[in-house]
């Protein structure tokens, strides 16, 4: 029913009653006295659908039409008109409370019913921007306004309009405030409360007679703020404010949910970019170990202290000569497993195949204090292991394989390298660059293995050395110490 029905059938109902209570007194019948109550009709229609003031001014109304019909019994009973009188006005005041009572029971049965709605809607809508959205609505809806607005933080912690984007500003804004303090303010009479003293100036201000600001808040901190103003009913009473938020909570319930679903599935994402990353690269433990906390791995170039091991097999290049290509790469694919299996062993990390050769490092993407003892313990492990390799292919009357290691310790540039058709995680700078000389050195010397200054330092009271070498190489403007190590 509009609001012109309503006025129409209030009025109609007033004149009704007002009719029968005149025309009791009129001809004096005997239930004249008993018709007082009628008022009741109107003024608690009035005030179930046109609030307190509504009913008030409606019982005014309907006493002050009584006059006549008072007067005309005080003066048939002269003894009973005062009683006539004020119980007309006793229950004039009753239908007022009554129909507040009414009100306000339709209206909180209403918002109860919205609330469970709401519940029902987020469990189908669950985007944040459409929350947010009904959360406006909603609340102009429950404080009976046209104007209402949501700000919230963004990832630089300036709060903005949600819609438009637009910073609050200045600093000391009520929002700020409320944000800071992380409790609602309400103001009936904004225009003359400091608090309110927002952007806008005395114009903007002056057209604002009633404010109300609540935070948003979920996942522990206040994200935002939802504001009313310029209620209609010129007030915000408790029952109000208790369904704001009521309703308010259901979407902050909400959008915590959506934050934990979206974390949960970036936390998924990196997870899986992990395993995809390190899965062919790393041993199962070191695989492991990322895992059990992603958000501390660096996927970016970032300076790593390692260790660089380079492998190759001097005399392949010759053995391609004379050896048949499908036993070659056989014996090849068994010295690369034994070279994987050894670097996982000892949890290094797995660069690349180069050629006939291996690069490995130890520190990177989990940092290892004992990088240096790890690659030169693998080294003496893989080498142990393809002397087994060419026992076994010289029983069967194959060719052996001469194998060389080079190790050097240093900084590096650690982190994902290519483009976005194809990304890998590797180590760059003049460490590799060196051990890569080492390995040079190793193999122009048919030496087994051969490690750098730094590794040598970390290592030599659990090594033995059989001799120190200075060589010059290229890309380096002084000789570098180098020491075999003895296998």
């Known amino acids: 029913m509009n609001e012109k029905r309503k006025i129409l059938f209030l009025i109609v109902t007033s004149v009704l009653c007002l009719m029968v209570i005149m025309g009791a007194h009129y001809w004096d019948l005997p239930m004249c006295v008993w018709t007082s109550p009628l008022v009741a009709i109107p003024v608690i229609y009035a005030g179930i659908h046109f609030r307190r003031s509504g009913s008030g001014l409606t019982a005014f109304v309907l006493l002050i039409a009584q006059t006549p019909v008072i007067l005309i019994y005080a003066s048939r009973h002269l003894d009973q008109g005062t009683k006539y009188f004020v119980s007309t006005c006793l229950a004039a005041i009753f239908s007022i409370y009554v129909g507040h009572r009414q009100r306000k029971s339709r209206e909180n049965s209403q918002h109860l019913i919205k609330i469970h709605d709401t519940v029902r809607r987020i469990q189908r809508n669950s985007e944040p921007k459409s929350l947010l959205s009904d959360l406006e609505e909603q609340v102009k809806e429950i404080g009976d306004s046209d104007r209402a607005e949501i700000c919230m933080i963004d990832d630089g912690g300036v709060l903005r309009e949600y819609k438009t984007g637009e910073e609050v500003t200045p600093a000391d804004h009520v929002y700020y405030k409320v944000l800071e303090k992380r409790c609602f303010v309400v103001s009936n009479v904004a225009a003359e409360d400091d608090r309110f003293e927002y952007v806008g100036g005395s114009e903007d201000r002056g057209a604002v007679e009633q404010f109300s600001v609540f935070p948003i808040e979920y996942g522990g901190s206040a994200k935002g703020v939802v504001s009313l103003i ?6 915000m009473g408790k029952e109000e404010v208790a369904f704001l938020n009521a309703y308010k909570k259901s979407i902050e319930t909400a959008l915590e949910a959506v934050e934990k ?3 949960r599935i970036q936390h998924e994402m990196q997870k899986k970019r992990i395993r995809d990353t390190f899965s062919s690269y790393v041993s199962r433990s070191v695989a492991e170990e990322i895992l059990k906390d992603p958000d501390r791995l660096e996927l970016g170039g970032k300076s790593r202290n390692v260790t660089v091991m380079f492998t190759e097999i001097v005399n392949f290049m010759d053995l391609q000569k004379t050896v048949d290509p499908s036993t070659l790469f056989a014996a090849l694919n068994e010295c690369f497993t034994a070279a994987i299996d050894t670097v996982f062993e000892y949890d290094g990390t797995l660069d690349k195949f180069i050629g006939d050769g291996v690069m490995a490092f130890w520190g990177a993407p989990i940092p290892m204090q004992d990088s240096e003892s790890r690659a030169v313990d693998c080294a003496l492990s893989l080498t142990e292991k393809i002397g087994d ?20 310790s240093g900084e590096v540039v650690a982190g994902n390298i290519g483009s976005i058709r194809r990304m890998e995680y590797t180590i760059i700078g003049d460490t590799v660059n060196t051990a890569s000389r080492i390995i040079s050195l190793s193999k122009s010397k048919s030496i087994p293995i051969l490690i750098g200054e730094t590794t040598y330092e970390k290592v030599k009271n659990k090594v033995r050395i059989e001799e120190r ?4 190489v290229r890309g380096k403007a002084e000789a570098i110490s180098v020491y075999q190590l003895s296998v």
Do not use: C, T, V
Not at 393 to 408: L, Y
């Open 389 to 408: 390799l060419n026992a076994r292919w010289k029983r069967e009357g194959k060719e052996e394989f001469i194998f060389s290691i080079g190790i050097n």
């Open 230 to 235: 310029n209620s209609k009913n010129n007030r």
């Open 469 to 472: 070498y200075e060589a010059s």
């Open 261 to 263: 679903r979206e974390a």
